[in-house]
């Protein structure tokens, strides 16, 4: 389960103060698919940042699976994320030097996972998928639909226990964006893996329980299944 508990965090920078999260409390059960919707600027990636260990609240708790992420000192958290989160960003996911095995062997290295073992997951992978034929491509040759697949792929290679996904379909189409989610539910179902995705399309955030809604670095509204609290 991953718990969030009075989180807080503000920006100081040329454009004054900002309150990007304002005490936001909520928490999302193991293998559940949670949708984070709102306004641009209402704190949607701050949260997830948070949630992934990359940036630390000014107050509050995070809470991953018994964890206190920010309890953890800089050399723990970096081991936590590497074993047990993965992030796919809406764009910039892939190194552009790596191909597209390479780029999903990436995070199974990070974890000593090397030699047969690495081959036989990327195969997996890449046959899960659809892209057996792209395994030797560079990121630059593959469509936005195929470099989202990898970024999944990539994301969820090392068995993960938590997939946080920042608007991974902002630059596809509606069709292929509904891939990539489906995409990412099938191999969250099959990897029992939390997934936790900002989005702005209605179905799938209908197909999503919780969902949370952001206004103003605030939980306006979180709808766990049909009953609001
Ligand atoms: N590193 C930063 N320095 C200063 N201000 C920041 C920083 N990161 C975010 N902010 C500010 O915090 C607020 C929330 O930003 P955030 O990126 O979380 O919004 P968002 O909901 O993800 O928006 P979008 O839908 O446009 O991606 C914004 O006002 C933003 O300008
Ligand atoms: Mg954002």
């Known amino acids: 389960m991953i718990q969030v508990d009075g989180v807080t965090k503000t920006f100081r920078s040329g454009r004054g103060t900002v309150r990007a999260l304002r005490d936001a409390t909520f928490s999302v059960d ?7 919707i709102g306004k641009s600027g209402s704190g949607k990636s701050t949260l997830l940042n948070c949630l992934g260990g990359l940036e630390p609240p000014d107050s509050g708790t995070v809470r991953c699976f018994g964890t206190s992420l920010y309890s953890l000192n800089h050399h723990e958290r ?3 994320q590497r074993r047990h989160i993965g992030f796919i960003f809406q764009r910039g996911n892939l190194l552009s030097y790596l191909t597209v095995a390479e ?7 990070l974890n000593n996972i090397t030699g ?22 560079l990121p630059h040759e593959l469509s936005g639909g195929e ?16 997939l946080l996904a920042d608007e991974p ?13 489906r995409l990412m539910q099938d191999m969250g179902q099959t990897d029992q893996c939390t997934i936790i995705m900002v989005t702005h399309d209605l179905e799938v955030v209908e197909a ?7 206004r103003d670095g605030r939980i306006h509204d979180y709808n766990n299944g049909g009953a609001r609290v």
């Open 30 to 36: 193991a293998v559940q698919f949670a949708a984070v």
């Open 78 to 80: 970096s081991r936590f």
């Open 103 to 109: 780029n999903i062997g990436f995070p199974l290295s």
């Open 116 to 137: 047969n073992d690495q081959t036989r997951r990327i195969d997996e992978l890449l046959d899960r998928t659809g892209l057996l034929a792209a395994a030797r491509a």
């Open 147 to 162: 470099t989202q697949r990898v970024a999944v792929a990539r994301a969820i290679a090392h068995h993960p226990k938590i």
């Open 169 to 181: 379909t902002a630059n596809l189409d509606t069709a292929t964006g509904r891939q990539v989610v």
């Open 208 to 214: 999503a329980a919780p969902i949370i809604y952001l």
